[in-house]
């Protein structure tokens, strides 16, 4: 479905690769040390206040939403 709202389409194999992205970003987080479990963000009322993210769900979106408005079809559509 995010595929399809923000790229106009939703192939198979680019949902794989974002959900690799994702995954991957959850794994890197979990492999380094110091990360802290918060993340911080400014799509709240109270903008820098820490978000838990003891997962790293928060982070892992932030790169998904990222990838996906860096791609070429949302941006010369």
């Known amino acids: 479905n995010l595929h399809e709202s923000i790229l106009g389409r939703a192939d198979a194999s680019d949902v794989e690769r974002t959900f690799k992205l994702f995954t991957g970003i959850i794994a890197d987080a979990a492999e380094r040390k110091n ?7 400014n799509c ?3 903008l ?4 838990p ?4 769900t928060v982070r892992a ?3 998904v939403i990222t990838y996906l ?9």
């Open 35 to 41: 990360l802290g479990d918060q993340e911080t963000y």
């Open 44 to 46: 709240r009322q109270n």
């Open 48 to 51: 820098f206040a820490p978000v």
């Open 53 to 56: 993210d003891p997962a790293y």
């Open 61 to 63: 979106w932030r790169g």
């Open 69 to 77: 408005l860096r791609q070429h079809e949302f941006l010369y559509e």
